[in-house]
């Protein structure tokens, strides 16, 4: 690995790369039919063979190569997976970027991994699988400041032979990269908000806004690709539900796109 770059932008580098793999794993699970689902708080809240062999896959692969690097996955599983599933992978787009100053001054002992093995674990179980995505988000200094997500179904629908999947970076003050920026047309309001964890203010925190429409969806990281694509105006889930790992690398990718990223807490 390049040593002479920001650490910054070689563990993101490494994460590219990893959540490139990982999403070649997910598809695995997919294709041989046994996800291996758990229920981990009732039927809303689930985890599969692919949330579990992901995350240790990453957190042992991410330690091997920054051992000083704090990472807090979403899933509580032992150590193990195969890490050398994921080696191998690095983005040489990544490390050639030239990293703000702030940025480049991070040690590895101060950046924090937050990562999402598999995010829209409901809508993977229920083959809604373009809605999955797997984040893996840097946190440093107590803000979001760069972020990967792969799309592993992205392009499924395009049928048999289409190239699957895609991987969307961002780094504050660099950019965002990997997707088709769009606005919205015509100044619509339509908002993007929850399929599966919906309740009454979730509902009328939407219907306040007056949207002209309103996109269900599951999955945060798949929501704020859906914004930065121009197919939606604002996500709105005024609920908890949401953890850091969901937020980090997407609000990252957002921020760097140029775009808001506002919590309200209740
Ligand atoms: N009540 C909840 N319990 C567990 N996870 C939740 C809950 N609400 C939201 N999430 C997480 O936030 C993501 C976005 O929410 P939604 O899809 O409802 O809009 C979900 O895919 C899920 O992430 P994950 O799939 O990684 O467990
Ligand atoms: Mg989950
Ligand atoms: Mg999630
Ligand atoms: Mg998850």
New binding site residues.
């Given amino acids: 690995m390049a040593a002479s770059a920001p650490v910054l932008l070689r563990v993101l580098s490494a994460a590219y790369g990893a959540a490139e793999r990982a999403g070649e794993i997910i598809r695995r699970i997919m294709s041989e039919g046994d996800l291996g689902i758990v229920e981990k708080?009732g039927a809303?809240?689930l985890q599969t063979k692919a949330d579990r062999l992901v995350q240790q896959s990453i957190v042992g692969y991410l330690a091997r190569h920054f051992p000083a690097l704090k990472v807090i996955g979403?899933e509580e599983v032992e150590a193990g997976g195969s890490p050398e599933l994921l080696e191998g992978s690095l983005s040489d787009e990544i490390l050639q970027q030239t990293c703000p100053e702030e940025l480049s001054k991070a040690q590895e002992n101060e950046l924090i991994v937050w990562l999402?093995p598999?995010?829209?674990?409901?809508e993977y179980t229920e083959g809604l699988l373009d809605h999955v995505t797997v984040l893996i988000g840097l946190a440093y200094q107590g803000k979001a400041v760069a972020g990967v997500i792969n799309q592993p179904f992205y392009n499924y629908k395009a049928g048999k032979g289409a190239q699957l999947g895609r991987t969307v970076w961002g780094v504050l003050g660099i950019g965002g990269f990997g997707f088709h920026p769009a606005a919205i047309p015509g100044g619509k309001c339509i908002v993007v908000t929850?399929?599966?964890?919906s309740n009454k203010l979730v509902n009328d925190c939407v219907d306040a806004m007056m949207p002209d429409k309103v996109v269900r969806v599951?999955?945060?990281g798949n929501?704020v690709l859906q914004l930065i694509e121009g197919q939606a105006s604002a996500y709105v889930?005024a609920s908890p539900?949401?953890k850091k790992w969901?937020t980090c690398a997407p609000e990252a990718i957002l921020h760097a796109f140029g775009a808001a990223c506002v919590e309200i807490v209740f």
């Fill in positions: 708080n809303l809240d979403e999402d598999l995010d829209g674990t409901k929850t399929r599966s964890h599951g999955g945060a929501k889930f539900g949401t969901d």
